[in-house]
């Protein structure tokens, strides 16, 4: 017999205290209020699988947001390799998406691998150091990543380049 690895009430709390950053994720990959509150509940569901041990509330809140970053690029590759009929999501495309402003739809518009530096550099307040970590990859990786996505957004926004 299995026994739970966290009490109903850890997992209540740490839903509580990361579930909007969660959700933001989702929402960022998947552009659709639906898909981005099926992954956010993945999310969740995997965090209950893990038992993954956490050092503190930051290591826990990056693990959801790379998990959830994952999960949404896998499902966007399934949903990118099959044909589906467009007629059974038109109430999708009817949906209208939350207020946005120019510069959260330039984000948006990024690549996978620089929407997620930006977000938790400048959204989450994350080091590069501490992002390096949590993707897995070098930290001059994440500063090239940075460095290119302010680029790009300079362009989409308007501003000239130097």
């Known amino acids: ?39 956010t509940q993945e999310t969740f569901l995997r965090l209950i699988a893990s038992g ?5 509330q930051r290591h826990e809140k990056a693990w959801l947001i790379v998990t959830a970053s994952n999960l949404c690029k896998d499902q966007l590759k399934r949903l990118y390799r ?21 510069v959260l739809e330039a ?6 691998d620089y929407k997620t530096v930006v977000y938790l550099y400048y959204y989450e307040g994350y080091t590069t150091g501490e992002i390096a970590k949590a ?11 940075l460095a290119r996505a302010r680029k790009q957004l300079k362009l989409m926004l308007g501003g000239d380049l130097e």
Not at 52 to 56: G, R
């Open 52 to 56: 993954k041990a956490f050092e503190n």
């Open 1 to 39: 017999m299995t026994s739970l690895l966290r009490t109903d009430r850890e997992i209540t709390e740490i839903y509580r205290r990361n579930v909007d950053t969660v959700y933001r994720v989702c929402y960022s990959f998947m552009r659709n209020k639906p898909e981005a509150e099926d992954m």
């Open 135 to 145: 993707l897995h990859c070098l930290q001059p990786t994440v500063r090239t990543r």
């Open 82 to 102: 099959q044909e589906e009929d467009l007629e059974q999501h038109t109430e999708l495309a009817a949906e209208s998406p939350p207020e946005e402003n120019a």
């Open 107 to 112: 984000i948006l518009q990024l690549p996978m």
